[in-house]
């Protein structure tokens, strides 16, 4: 564990981008041979704009990297944060239980609110505004959100107060989780259910991106399911009654255009009458 720790206290902005592309690529490839749905679509024409988004997620994460450096070198040298108060403790059980707690602040926090607090929803709805999820919807985040994003976490570094090796490598497995959970990958039942247990399995993401409430808001979580079994946010539904959308932003042509994207946080959302053709 301190072998993988020191790698990502000093992981170059490249291999960083790589391990982007590499998730991408895996489970683009695997989505292909076991597709939990069959969709009737162009894959690289609807993988466009989420790659866009993708892109842009880069472009703001990046940059702003220092001000999560800055704040975890304050927490270790002050000595600050939840991990920091708890009894001396292995590496290895500091690391996952630091890794845990960011994923509650970092991830799932941020989440719940986006949904309960309008103006964030709307900035959210982009995310859910795709109507076939695949590996591409993983990072399809409106600008805005991704900066929103980028705060929570650095809130949870300072909250948690884990060193920056930890913030990386939490970035990093928050990155292919999400991949993997929005992946349109069909695992068998049994083992779905056993992994929900632990992680965030794709069949239990998938519910989140289910047209229709209550189902759309639960399941909140990014990498671990523990915040959701613990705090009721947990909800199963058969995945042949899934269908993806949003009924406040029906048009399906209209949620796959760029420009319409980025204004979208702006326009007023339709009554929910979104009646879904399920083409999966």
Do not use: C
């Not at 206290?9 to 490839?29: A, D, Q």
């Not at 009737?40 to 866009?52: D, G, S």
């Amino acid at each position: 564990m301190e072998t993988i720790i020191h790698y990502f206290e000093t992981i170059p902005r490249h291999h960083r981008v790589i391990l982007i592309v590499s998730g991408l690529t895996l489970f683009w490839i695997v989505e292909g041979l076991i597709p939990l749905f069959k969709f009737n679509y162009r894959k690289w024409r609807h993988a466009i704009p989420n790659l866009f988004f993708n892109i842009t997620l880069i472009l703001v994460n990046l940059p702003l990297a220092f001000m999560l450096l800055q704040t975890a070198d304050w927490v270790k040298d002050s000595h600050f944060g939840i991990i920091n108060w708890l009894p001396e403790m292995s590496l290895w059980l500091y690391s996952i239980i630091g890794l845990v707690l960011m994923d509650f602040f970092g991830a799932y926090l941020p989440h719940y609110i986006e949904h309960k607090v309008k103006p964030l929803w709307m900035v959210h709805l982009v995310h859910h505004t795709d109507h076939k999820v695949d590996v591409t919807t993983a990072n399809r985040h409106h600008p805005i959100e991704s900066i929103i994003r980028f705060l929570f976490t650095m809130l949870g570094v300072f909250i948690v107060g884990i060193p920056i090796g930890l913030v990386f490598l939490y970035q990093s497995l928050s990155v292919l989780a999400t991949q993997f959970s929005h992946a349109n990958i069909k695992l068998p039942k049994k083992v779905d259910n056993t992994l929900s247990y632990v992680l965030v399995s794709p069949d239990m993401h998938k519910v989140h991106h289910h047209y229709r409430m209550p189902y759309t808001d639960s399941n909140y979580g990014n990498i671990f399911s523990v915040w959701d079994r613990l705090l009721g946010t947990y909800m199963k539904l058969d995945t042949k009654d899934i269908i993806y959308g949003v009924d406040v932003f029906p048009n399906e042509k209209q949620n796959s255009n760029i420009k319409n994207l980025l204004i979208q946080p702006f326009q007023e959302y339709q009554k929910p009458t979104f009646k879904a053709n399920k083409d999966n």
